[in-house]
């Protein structure tokens, strides 16, 4: 199991203290987020940093694993989801800029320019991910997706609230039941790839990551989108797979 570097660190925007782990020594850096209620340790625990280790190793890319809150923003039950959405635009606020501050520090200190940031999640943290593609284009390069969950209703509620709006991609681009051209900034289709698989508990991924997909298209926002077989399934063994596999196509 390839080991990293822990880090501590408090956050003014979420008023907390936030771990996160860093692998590899340089390269492109490209953050990980986790699946719904995960953590950062989610990653290494289920082997993913192995699934790219010729990338890190050669300092082809640097890996940096965040930590979610999703107890207190996607999955907090007992908020109202108002407070759900707000909770979670603090969450995208500190990835996209606390975060990615300090990405940029680790992973080119003497560089004076930023580095531009990929970003790639599973689950939710796939929504992460593509959020922080289209929302902040000028600080992430790309994202990969996979088996995301898209359609932030079932957990903010209904997108008549502005702020569940700018948390749902799918909901901001069908505003007021049309493609909306205006609400994310265009991303190209070598820098957002989408891949969810057709076999067990993908159900919800696979709806959500075609409608997506369509969805993009439809207002000229092209990805690359994959649908992989019967038999991939809605878990990290899979995940492992398919972000090695685009490691090295992008990166290799």
């Not at 280790?53 to 890319?61: D, F, M, Q, T």
């Not at 990615?100 to 796939?126: F, M, Q, S, Y």
Request: charged content about 25%; overall charge negative; aromatic content about 10%.
């Amino acid at each position: 199991m390839m080991e990293g570097t822990y880090y501590k660190e408090w956050s003014a925007v979420l008023d907390r203290e936030m771990e996160f782990k860093v692998y590899g020594h340089g390269g492109v850096p490209v953050l990980a987020l986790p699946a719904r209620g995960g953590r950062f340790y989610d990653w290494e625990n289920n082997g993913m940093p192995d699934a790219a280790a010729r990338l890190l190793h050669e300092g082809k890319i640097q890996l940096f694993c965040a930590d979610s809150i999703d107890g207190e923003s996607l999955l907090a039950g007992n908020e109202s989801p108002r407070r759900r959405a707000e909770m979670q635009e603090k969450y995208f606020v500190y990835l996209t800029s606390e975060l990615a501050a300090r990405i940029a520090e680790l992973n080119a200190p003497e560089r004076k320019e930023k580095p531009l940031i990929w970003c790639v999640g599973v689950d939710t943290g796939a929504y992460q991910a593509v959020q922080c593609r289209l929302r902040r284009p000028r600080t992430f390069a790309g994202a990969m997706g996979l088996s995301g969950l898209y359609d932030m209703g079932r957990f903010l509620g209904s997108a008549e609230d502005d702020l569940v709006l700018r948390s749902s991609p799918l909901a901001a681009l069908r505003k007021n039941g049309i493609c909306d051209r205006n609400v994310l900034s265009k991303a190209e289709e070598n820098s957002l790839l989408l891949c969810v698989g057709q076999g067990g508990y993908e159900g919800d991924a696979l709806a959500d990551t075609q409608a997506l997909a369509d969805t993009l298209s439809e207002v000229g926002f092209p990805c690359h989108l994959e649908v992989w077989g019967g038999d991939v399934s809605h878990d990290w063994y899979w995940w492992g797979k398919e972000f090695g596999m685009f490691a090295e196509r992008l990166f290799g």
